[in-house]
């Protein structure tokens, strides 16, 4: 597998990122009902949490030339993957959070396997 396509998975999970926070960051309440989750607190959480997604979105991006941030991309994805489908059993989250970390996990198995490849086909024979 080539580096085109590793690179191509982390644009993908970093434009994930970055939309999905800057809407978190400017419309919290509407991004938030769109997945169910009706949110009666202040909008600075949310915000924050939008925040947080852009700038993790801009950092995935530094792994296109710094490699060793790819593990940043799949150790995020993992750790969103196993705190969204926790927040379902037990933080009262909606159901569809569940589905959204199983999309998540599935970044960061898919920048995982493609890093893999890349790193087999690296290897000397």
Known sequence: MSHAVLDGLVVLVALHSVVLGVCLLLFPLTTLGLVGWEFAGPRFWPS??????????????????????????????????????????????????????????????AVAIALWRVHRAERPR
Do not use: N
Request: with cysteine; glycine share 12%; proline share 3%.
């Open 48 to 109: 924050q949490a939008g925040l947080f997604l852009l700038i993790l979105g801009v950092a995935y991006v530094a792994a296109l030339r710094f490699r060793p941030f790819v593990w940043l991309v799949i150790g995020s994805k993992v750790s969103a993957f196993l705190f969204l489908r926790a927040s379902v059993v037990w933080l009262d989250a909606p159901r569809l959070v569940a589905v959204l970390g199983c999309g998540d996990g599935l970044m960061g198995v």
